[in-house]
């Protein structure tokens, strides 16, 4: 496990009881480089969606656990957010919940010389995802060729 994914997970670990106690859901835990900085963020989610202030509660008891366990030997910057409407589907749970919803499915490879795809989630298991279209034709990725999937934004 690289150094990244020890951080995150570490942070799941000790920030979910305090998600659930103030009934939010954690969405997901990233720990990246941007221009020279590393941020730690989680994002967390609610039915009716984040506010600034649920965001603050969660980023004000995690801070004190942060600064305790001091398990991150860089300097980072801590973020607690809304994973926004066009939030990726990682877990289980975002593709269960997903089901029967519009999705992008965005490929590192060309598919049939296209490499973005928006169909219906119908099903999928640990190593594919099939989406249906409205022509009632179905198509099958395997995981390891998908760069991303999110639900579809219409607007």
Known sequence: MSRKEDYEQKTEELLTPIVDRLGFEL?????????GTWYLRAYIDKPGGITVDDCEAVSREFSDILDEKDYIADSYVFEVSSPGLGRPLKKEKDFKR?????????TY???DRQ????????????????IGYEDET???????????????LDF
């Open 27 to 35: 969405v997901d835990v990233e720990y990246v480089k941007e221009g």
């Open 115 to 130: 490499k973005e795809f928006v169909g219906i989630l119908l099903r999928y298991d640990e190593n594919t995802v099939t």
């Open 98 to 106: 997903s089901i029967g919803e519009e999705v992008e499915i965005r």
């Open 138 to 152: 179905e198509q099958t990725f395997e995981r390891s060729d998908i760069a991303l999937i999110r639900l579809a």
């Open 109 to 111: 490879r060309a598919v």
